[in-house]
Every structure is written in C-alpha cells, then in structure tokens.
C-alpha cells in the first residue's frame, strides 16, 4: 500500500485526493498547509492527518510518496526537503519558475535517488493521449501546422502568487506550460520561439500567442490567456493539419478547471478520401491515470520514461524564451 502526503491544500489537491480514492494500492496518510483552517478541513474531509509544518510532516506521517500541490515558487524548495526525507515526489507543474531552479532541482532528486515526476496532467488527458497516438501511427502524417490554446477567465480564488511575475507568473507560464510541453512531446525538440503577448493590470504577461519551431520541421503556435470575459468557461483546444489528416479536438469545463464533471469534449478527425469521425470523449479522470502511473514508476524504481526529466528542463527554458521574446519582440533559438 502507497502512503501519500500532500504539501498545499488548495484548489490542486483536491484533484490529487480524489485521484488517490480511485486507486487499490494507494491511501492518503496526511496533509500539510500553512493555513490551518484550510488543511484541517481538507484532512476531516479526506481523513488523514494535518500538519501546519511539511517537514513535521515529513518526520512523523507515515509517507512515503509525497505529492506537492503548492505555489510554483514553492516547489523547488518543497521537493528539495522531501529528496533530504528520501520521500518519492509528484511535483505539480510548472516545475519551477526559472532554468536555474529547476536544474538544481534535478541535481537534488538525482542526488538523492528519489522517484521524481512533473505532473504534466496533458500527458495523461483523454483527447491529448488520442491526438498522440494519430500522430505517432501516421495517420496525420507530416503535420503543416498544430494549434493549441487554453484559455479561461482570470483566477480569482484567493492564490495571488499566480497572478505574481515572479511566484508564478500568470497566463504566460502557469497555462503555456500544458501546451509547449504537450507539443514537445509529439514533436521533440524546440528550436526555437517568438511570443507576441499582452501584459495586464497585474503585470503578467496575461495573453500570449507562441510561435514554435521543432527540430523535426514541424510548426505550432499556441495560445494561453487568463483574459476571457465572465462565465467564458476554462476552454482547452487543439487542432494539427497534416498532409494525410488534420485533428480538432475541443475540451470546456465549467468555470475552472476543478469543474470536470460539466466538461464538454469532442475529437474530430478528416482524412483525405475518408468519412470525418467525430467522436465525444469519455473524460477518464487524467489525475488518476497520472497518479497510476507514477505509483507504477515507484514500484518499479524507475524514473518516469513518459515525462522524462531532460524534457521538463527543456519546457522550463522554452518558457523562459518565450517570456523574454514577449519582452522583447525577438525570435529566440533553443539550441545555440
Ligand atoms: N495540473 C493542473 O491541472 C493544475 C491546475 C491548477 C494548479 N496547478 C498547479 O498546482 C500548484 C498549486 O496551485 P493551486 O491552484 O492549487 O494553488 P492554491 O493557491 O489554490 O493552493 C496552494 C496551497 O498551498 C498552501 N501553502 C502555501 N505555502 C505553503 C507552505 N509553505 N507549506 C504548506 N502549504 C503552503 C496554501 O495555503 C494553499 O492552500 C501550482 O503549481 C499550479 O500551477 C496545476
């Protein structure tokens, strides 16, 4: 039986908990938040333990996986402390907000010998998996150019580290991070990126449109804003146009992105010659396939080959690029 210990009991966790009920070999032993109405209650609700302090938690609960579900700024420290307890860690996405945390990060967890993964939930998310498989059997065959976009209203439940330049950097990072790590994930390795974005009120670069070129010759633009008008639902889409297909698919939740069970989902798919498909998508709970997963990594002791470390650094800096070309208005290369 997995022993798990969240760090961060806010909007995220929740997914995680009710990811973790749905499986056999895994039970949630504790929390821990510095708010301490707000981890009590989430540890009467999912019946664990409640710890105001992580590393108090990380003596003295009975974890040995540790999820980590807090601010992005936070994250580099928290995994650092879990690494020193030999914990195996599930790190939230973004990573780590610069290039520099992150690759420190990585030395930490290898260092230690701990199981480490990213949750890049995209990785794991019904009409995502779908595209990837079209993609890798051939059916799309080259792709001319792939669309991706995520796009909800500004976020306004209490976690104004997410609308900070530094602590998590709004639209730019914390919603650009699903897509250009999904898209190197279909087409490897970026070269380069040019971003024309919009700064708001708070300082984030709040609607971003992203140029990227692959290594491999394909081409993507995606979209991340945090600047849709009221009752706009979170929207998450993506369409890839290929010499042999071309793929749509269109994902709306309810207000935020906690709301999965309002989700409206559809995959379509035309190929030359051929009857469109179009498909509504059974939405398969993506936490609890990620979580699965990672638990497998664990008792294999192998580090996790379908969201492997080198590519979270790569996403971290191709982030880092795209915020200096919305900075500067340059086309920035990944590989010099
Ligand atoms: N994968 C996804 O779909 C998804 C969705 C939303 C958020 N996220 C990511 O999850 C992370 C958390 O986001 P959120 O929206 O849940 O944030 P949140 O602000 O709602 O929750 C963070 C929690 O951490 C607690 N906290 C802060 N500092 C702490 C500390 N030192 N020790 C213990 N607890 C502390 C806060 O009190 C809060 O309850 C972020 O990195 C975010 O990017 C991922």
Redesign the pocket.
Known sequence: MHKIGI???????R?HAESIRTQNGAVLTAV????EE??QRFAEEYGCAYFQ??EEMLKHADVEVVII????F??GK?VELCARYGKHVLC???VEMTVEATERMLEQVKDAGIIFMV?Q?VRFWSGYTEIKELYESGELGQVHMAFASRCSTL?D???E??LHPEK?AGAIC?MHV?DVDFLRDLFGEIDSVYCLASKDHTGCWNHAMSSISFKSGEKAVAEAAFTMSDGYPFTMFFKAAGTKGTVEFTYKAGYN?GERDASTSELRLYRQNRQPVIRKLEQHDP?ARQLQYFLSCVEAGEQPARVPHHENLEVIKAIAAIRESADTGKILSLTS
């Not at 760090?7 to 966790?13: E, R, T």
């Not at 821990?32 to 708010?35: L, V």
């Open positions: 760090i961060g009991a806010g909007l995220i966790s997914s821990a938040d510095i708010r707000v981890g302090d992580a579900a807090l601010p992005t936070l994250h928290y939230e996405k973004p949750g939930v976020p439940w209490g976690n580290w997410l998590g914390d699903h992105i936490y």
